[in-house]
């Protein structure tokens, strides 16, 4: 029987549409010991979401693009 045991890391998923800040906080997550999804916007964060259901945290930009913002997102 297999076990159903949690991740190593905590897994975070980063939505941010500017790339430079998507790299930033992608750094900064992994320093912190996450293991780190990422989307640049709402809708790819969608998809991620409806895939995995080991996310535990979704760290997300407020104006992002798309016809969904980050408010309507979280």
Partial sequence: MASSQPPSKPIVLIVEDEAILRFSAIDIFEGAGFE???AWDADSAIDI???RLDIGL???DVEILG???GLRLA
């Fill in 49 to 51: 979401l409806s895939a």
């Fill in 58 to 60: 979704v760290f997300t």
């Fill in 36 to 38: 780190v999804l990422e």
């Fill in 67 to 69: 016809p969904m913002d």
